[in-house]
């Protein structure tokens, strides 16, 4: 008799920012329908640089819930619905503290909107405009950062200042700094590699904060990976799934 055949689970993970919704603003109403009976067939994981709260905001509590796990902080805080699986906690030392504060001076962006070096669950966040700006002022620095490229420049410069922690733009405006190793790569602990994964971001380019996760799954061939631009991408190559 021949051996019984393995069953190979599908697993599909998703970034938020630029992926299922635009950066920091809440899902398409119509693409939320059809994302939530899309969870709710499927096995579905979000891994995100923001926190719990801002997840919600964006994706809303039925599609949060709907999940089978969410991975927040890059996989530092890890939620089942309302349980928490695990959190890792750090803080930025001081010196890389100083050394962001400078580059915020130095920075030749026009505005400082507040709350440039944003706490999380085992990482933090540095944006040049800051947290509070309006949509307006981010599209203004998303222009500036498009032509001047100061975040891949930020980034670069930390890592070589600092080679225990790396910097990688994510989202439109932001830096997500943590030590080497706490990126979204880390959720592969969760998975079996037997299992097939794909993978959905918005920043699979070498700078970017997909792509460590990109990398584990491309090398270890444990799955596909789709690179795309917006939500409407998204939604059309799941339509075609």
Same mark, same amino acid.
């Given at each position: 008799m021949g051996g019984r055949k393995l069953e190979i689970k599908k697993h599909y993970i998703f970034d938020v920012d630029g992926t299922l919704t635009p950066s920091r603003r809440k899902i398409n109403d119509d693409f939320a329908v059809f994302f939530s009976d $899309?969870?709710?067939?499927?096995?579905? *994981?979000?891994?995100?640089?923001?926190?719990?709260?801002?997840?919600?905001?964006?994706?809303?509590?039925?599609? *949060?819930?709907?999940?089978? &796990?969410? *991975?927040?902080?890059?996989?530092? !805080?890890?939620?089942?619905?309302e349980f928490n699986v695990r959190s890792k906690e750090w803080s930025l030392p001081e010196v890389a503290r100083n050394w962001l504060r400078k580059e915020i001076q130095l920075s030749e962006f026009c505005l400082r909107t507040g709350?440039?070096?944003?706490? &999380?669950? /085992?990482?933090?966040?540095?944006?040049?405009? /800051?947290?509070?700006?309006?949509?307006?002022?981010?599209?203004? *620095?998303? !222009? $500036?950062?498009?032509?001047?490229?100061?975040?891949?420049?930020?980034? &670069?410069? $930390?890592?070589?200042? $600092?080679?225990?922690?790396?910097?990688?733009?994510?989202?439109?405006? /932001?830096? !997500?700094?943590?030590?080497? /190793?706490?990126?979204?790569?880390?959720?592969?602990?969760?998975?079996?590699?037997k299992d097939e994964i794909y993978f959905f971001g918005d920043r699979m380019d070498k700078d970017g904060n997909d792509y460590p996760l990109k990398r584990e799954i491309i090398d270890k061939d444990l799955g596909i990976c789709y690179n795309i631009n917006n939500y409407n991408e998204t939604w059309n190559i799941l339509k075609h799934l």
């Open positions: $899309f969870c709710a067939n499927n096995l579905v *994981y979000l891994v995100t640089g923001s926190d719990k709260e801002k997840t919600i905001e964006q994706i809303g509590e039925e599609i *949060y819930s709907l999940c089978e &796990r969410v *991975y927040n902080c890059s996989g530092c !805080d890890v939620w089942e619905g709350n440039h070096i944003e706490e &999380r669950i /085992g990482m933090v966040n540095f944006s040049t405009v /800051g947290r509070n700006a309006t949509l307006g002022e981010r599209k203004l *620095y998303v !222009d $500036f950062d498009t032509k001047t490229n100061e975040r891949n420049r930020i980034a &670069r410069e $930390f890592n070589l200042q $600092f080679p225990a922690m790396e910097a990688k733009p994510g989202g439109e405006t /932001g830096i !997500d700094i943590s030590p080497v /190793g706490w990126d979204k790569s880390q959720i592969l602990v969760d998975f079996d590699p």
